[in-house]
């Protein structure tokens, strides 16, 4: 006899577990199905970005930072720290136990809700139903009255470029290595290329970064993509814009890279090449020809604005559908679908989703940028406050970068934040509830900000908007 649930999620990631969670919560009696496997060979829940995405990477992204600290920075302090040594094994045991910690914390989480967790492969059939193959024993059949996709994304792999999990490799693989490598290659300037680049460089490794766009962070505002290509540049990341890779070839000793770039045929030799050009939805097996389901041009599943699929009762959220591929549109996708199922008023501003690098410096950003606003046609004005002239940021010696503020001229209202420079990732967050409540310039100007605090940076950029700032000359 086959089981039934109220709702049936497929995939476990940050948005999967978090619709499971939150249908549970709704008294719904709920089923999350999800076949992810470790190296090591065990499953766990949490989909790439616990186990090999968000979490492993600022985890090692703050291990390298503090090493790299203690080796050039400490000493303006007055800390005299000897001879600095990095414990590469050590350095990945923790990061393998924060993983550990947060993956078994899903499924104390299921427990605590009453979501069941079901470890293997689930696939959508037609009427609603769920052939669910777990990891041992057979297969059945669940029914389910909503079912949600949520089966994430997976890195893109280049013809030219085939991962051997061993000279080229993809972020997972670069996430996990054992030793420094004396050269590497990264091809892709986004997120997960300098995220990468930067823990690696900072650990000793001569990092070459290739990317395609002749626009270094094309996604980003032009002043903060300036400002963090040249504080990059600083750090020795070697970024070679218009770069397009024709060949990568292993060998024994590393992998020869060839690309074509403003000055003809080029190559490089490095001991290993990481690609991060991207990442793909993963769909493969996720259901039944008949199941009613349909994929656009690339791959993606078609949804509507509330992530409903053209199947009845079948949603889809996260990676596998249009839309940035961050974890916290994909969790807030999760909530969302769980409401309108539970009978909610429930809906997502994707306008004003926040983008993250945890570089050094960290680059954020909610809204429009100034190229956007300018194009759309909007009268706006804009005001920025440079870290240098932050209390807080000289006293964690980071001066570098500013907050930028892009406002309607018309009614003030804010269109965009756009910041490069310490605790960027936090910073924005008072941005991106600004523009949820369509708030003005005018508003953060007259909200007290504690002093000293980074914070003050965003005030100080709201009043530049309208050449008040109180700590830095006006334009």
Same mark, same amino acid.
């Given at each position: 006899?086959?089981?039934?649930?109220? =709702?049936?999620?497929?995939?476990?990631?940050?948005?999967? !577990?978090?619709?499971?969670?939150?249908?549970?919560?709704? *008294?719904?009696?709920?089923?999350?199905?999800?076949?992810?496997?470790?190296?090591? *060979?065990?499953?766990?829940?949490?989909?790439?970005? %616990?186990?090999?995405?968000?979490?492993?990477?600022?985890? &090692? %992204? $703050?291990?390298? $930072? @503090? !090493?790299?600290?203690? *080796?050039? $920075?400490? /000493? /303006?302090?007055? #800390?005299?720290?000897?001879?600095?040594?990095?414990?590469?094994?050590?350095?990945?045991?923790?990061?393998?136990?924060?993983?550990?910690? @947060?993956t078994g914390g899903i499924a104390g989480l299921f427990k605590a809700n009453k979501v069941e967790g079901?470890?293997?492969?689930?696939? &959508? @059939? /037609?009427?609603?139903q769920v052939e669910f193959t777990p990891v /041992?024993?057979?297969?059945?059949?669940?029914?389910?009255?909503?079912?949600? %996709?949520?089966?994430?994304?997976?890195?893109?792999?280049?013809?030219?470029?085939?991962?051997?999990?061993?000279?080229?490799?993809?972020?997972?693989?670069? &996430?996990? %290595?054992?030793? =420094?490598?004396k050269t590497l290659g990264v091809v892709g300037a986004g997120v997960i290329g300098l995220e990468l680049g930067s823990v690696w460089a900072r650990l000793g490794a001569d990092v070459t970064i290739l990317e395609a766009m002749d626009d270094f962070l094309f996604m980003a505002d032009r002043d903060v993509a300036k400002v963090a290509a040249g504080d990059f540049k600083k750090q020795g990341l070697d970024i070679k814009l218009g770069a397009k890779v024709s060949k990568a070839t292993a060998g024994k000793r590393g992998v020869t890279v060839? !690309?074509?770039?403003?000055?003809?045929?080029?190559? #490089?030799?490095? $001991?290993? &090449? =990481? =690609?991060?050009?991207?990442?793909?939805?993963?769909?493969?097996?996720l259901f039944a020809d008949d199941a009613g389901i349909q994929l656009d041009e690339r791959g993606f599943i078609v949804v509507d604005d509330e992530c409903r699929t053209r199947v009845k009762g079948v949603y889809a959220v996260g990676d596998c559908v249009r839309g940035p591929m961050l974890a916290h549109k994909g969790s807030e996708e999760g909530v969302m679908v769980a409401d309108l199922i539970a009978g909610e008023v429930a809906e997502m501003n994707y306008d004003v989703i926040p983008s993250v690098l945890y570089t050094n410096p960290e680059i954020a950003w909610t809204g429009k940028t100034e190229e956007e606003v300018k194009k759309s046609g909007i009268a !706006?004005?804009?005001?920025?406050?440079?870290?240098?002239?932050?209390?807080?940021?000289?006293?964690?010696e980071q001066t570098s970068g500013f907050v930028k503020i892009i406002s309607s001229k018309e009614d003030d209202e804010i269109l965009g934040v756009h910041i490069v420079g310490p605790m960027a990732g936090e910073l924005i967050s008072e941005a991106v509830l600004a523009l949820e409540f369509s708030a003005s310039t005018e508003d953060i100007q007259r909200t007290i900000h504690a002093h000293p605090s980074l914070a003050e940076a965003v005030h100080e950029a709201a009043l530049a908007v309208d050449n008040k700032a109180l700590n830095f000359p006006n334009k």
């Open positions: 006899m086959s089981r039934s649930f109220d =709702v049936v999620v497929i995939g476990a990631g940050p948005a999967g !577990y978090i619709a499971a969670i939150r249908a549970a919560q709704h *008294g719904k009696t709920v089923a999350c199905i999800d076949e992810w496997q470790n190296k090591d *060979g065990k499953n766990a829940f949490g989909g790439t970005c %616990l186990n090999a995405g968000c979490i492993p990477s600022k985890a &090692l %992204l $703050e291990s390298s $930072e @503090l !090493y790299h600290k203690a *080796g050039h $920075e400490f /000493k /303006k302090h007055g #800390i005299k720290t000897g001879n600095v040594e990095m414990d590469i094994a050590a350095m990945q045991k923790r990061r393998a136990g924060i993983v550990r910690q @947060l079901l470890v293997g492969h689930g696939k &959508l @059939l /037609k009427n609603k /041992k024993g057979d297969k059945e059949i669940i029914a389910a009255e909503h079912i949600i %996709l949520a089966s994430g994304s997976a890195p893109i792999e280049l013809p030219i470029a085939k991962f051997d999990d061993d000279r080229i490799i993809d972020s997972w693989g670069a &996430l996990e %290595l054992d030793a =420094v490598p060839e !690309y074509e770039d403003k000055d003809g045929a080029q190559s #490089i030799e490095v $001991e290993k &090449l =990481v =690609v991060a050009v991207g990442r793909r939805p993963v769909t493969d097996g !706006y004005k804009t005001g920025q406050f440079p870290f240098m002239a932050s209390g807080r940021a000289k006293a964690m």
